[in-house]
């Protein structure tokens, strides 16, 4: 008999972004325990991270520690929010925050080898996306440039297709 509540009380902390291990915690089973009943549900969140990485390497080779900055991760959570992903209330704060602030003050991101991750003035040229796409890498596909695009000012961070 498992301790876990049933499939609808766990689909629906799933879908307000609780933890895997603060789930585990409150009920008294392991990490694994809930992830194993997620699965079995069809919840996943690890495919829209890999889709993530993948997409960040189209464009870049990344150096070490450079995925642990700051404009790193805020853009890493845009982006799993945008393809799909369920945040946590903080991730999802975090990330408006992060858009906000580029919005207002026309920046968006740029990795420059050698430096890392910073910011750089928007320009016309720049599609309107959170980041400057290198000019010698081809363009993501349609959904993936979608999810790169800014949201408009006082839009919600959603999934696309919401």
Not at 33 to 52: F, I, N, T
Request: a positive charge; glycine letters at 6%; hydrophobic letters at 40%.
């Amino acid at each position: 008999m498992t301790k876990l509540p049933d499939n609808m009380e766990l689909r629906e902390r799933f879908h307000l972004g609780e933890s895997d291990t603060a789930v585990a915690e409150e009920f008294g089973v392991t990490r694994q325990a809930v992830q194993d009943r997620w699965r079995k549900m069809g919840l996943y969140r690890a495919p829209v991270v890999q889709q993530v990485r993948s997409l960040l390497a189209q464009a870049w080779e990344l150096e070490n520690g450079s995925q642990h900055s700051y404009i790193s991760k805020c853009l890493r959570l845009v982006l799993r929010r945008r393809l799909g992903d369920v945040l946590r209330v903080k991730q999802l704060e975090q990330a408006e925050k992060w858009t906000s602030m580029l919005r207002a003050e026309g920046l968006m991101a740029s990795y420059e080898p050698g430096v890392g991750w910073i910011y750089v003035p928007r320009t016309p040229q720049d599609r309107n996306w959170l980041v400057r796409w290198p000019t010698d890498r081809p363009l993501p596909g349609a959904r993936e440039q979608q999810a790169l695009t800014m949201p408009a000012e006082g839009e919600e961070l959603v999934p696309l297709g919401s």
